[in-house]
């Protein structure tokens, strides 16, 4: 009787019906290994128990789970991220909103950041671990989020950072904030997408929580809470920066202009698409 072929990574990774990325990124964290060793490491037979463990993981990628939920975590401005099915997915996309937070905030000292929607916490602890001396507020309505958002800012962030840890609270957009605090900077990556929008039913974004994606409108609705409450929780001087859909661009400058900000404009993301617009508020 002749033993059973061994199953080694090169065969599990040629069998697979995945993506070579996707079933790569899997099967390290199965494995607990750096990617490297799928290749230093090629030839070695895996027990069974690991094998089993990565066809499962394999197989619910099959049904449409996504990546970042299956392993727990996603990369974001160099940090990585826990992910349940709690929370929003970090984007890379999103990575130009920090990016201008951050770029706002430059010369300003010890600077007061207000994330709305916070959801992983991946916008204020990206901010929060670019400036150490940055005060930052995270709010979010959903409390499951927000548990998750408090383990990813207590794992990626120094304890002893200037600006101290972040303020996260429950709060439906600004309702829970004390109404006395201003603040330089304010961004927001709200639910964008429009009611009936055949994209929620599609990949990914069947297994997200459906309320960080939709309003349950036409997209707009958060958006538009968002920039009414700004000016009277933005400095002289503060910024408004919001995340958006592909065509909500002009129609997102139009509500900032009829509030009355300054500056308005639209930044472009690697695709080309307009992401975010924002503006200043002169007060």
């Known amino acids: 009787m002749t033993s059973a072929t061994p199953v080694t990574p090169t065969a599990l990774l040629r069998g697979s019906p995945l993506p070579p990325l996707e079933a790569r990124i899997l099967l390290t964290h199965v494995l ?13 037979a895996l027990d069974a128990t690991k094998v089993g463990q990565f066809r499962a993981l394999e197989a619910r ?8 939920q299956l392993v727990g975590t996603r990369e974001f401005f160099g940090l990585s991220f826990e992910v349940t099915p709690d929370v929003l997915i970090p984007r890379p996309e999103t990575e130009l909103l920090v ?25 204020a602890v990206a901010i929060a671990s670019t400036r150490p001396d940055a005060h930052v507020w995270a709010l979010d309505r959903s409390a499951e989020a927000l548990v998750v958002a408090t383990r990813n800012a207590a794992s990626l962030l120094d304890a002893k ?3 101290g840890a972040p303020l996260l609270a429950q709060s439906d ?17 709200p639910p964008y997408i429009a009611n009936g929008d055949p994209h929620l039913s599609e ?5 997200e929580p459906r309320g960080a994606l939709t309003d349950e409108a036409d997209g707009l609705s958060a958006i538009r809470k968002i920039v009414a409450g700004a000016p ?52």
């Open 32 to 44: 607990g290994w750096r990617p490297t060793q799928l290749i230093t490491r090629s030839d070695e």
């Open 161 to 163: 950072r200037p600006g």
């Open 203 to 207: 990949g990914d974004l069947r297994f």
């Open 99 to 123: 990016d201008t937070a951050l770029a706002a905030m430059e010369r300003i000292s010890r600077p007061r950041v207000l994330d709305l929607g916070t959801g992983t916490g991946a916008i």
């Open 61 to 68: 990628r099959v049904a449409g789970e996504p990546v970042a």
């Open 232 to 283: 009277a929780r933005l400095a002289n001087h503060g910024v408004l920066w919001i995340e958006h859909g592909y065509d909500q661009a002009e129609a997102v400058r139009e509500l900032l202009t009829v509030q009355g900000f300054s500056q308005v404009r639209s930044e472009r993301d690697l695709a080309g698409i307009e992401r975010i617009s924002g503006g200043v508020w002169l007060g």
């Open 173 to 189: 957009w600004y309702d829970s904030l004390d109404t006395s605090l201003r603040f330089d900077v304010i961004v927001s990556n």
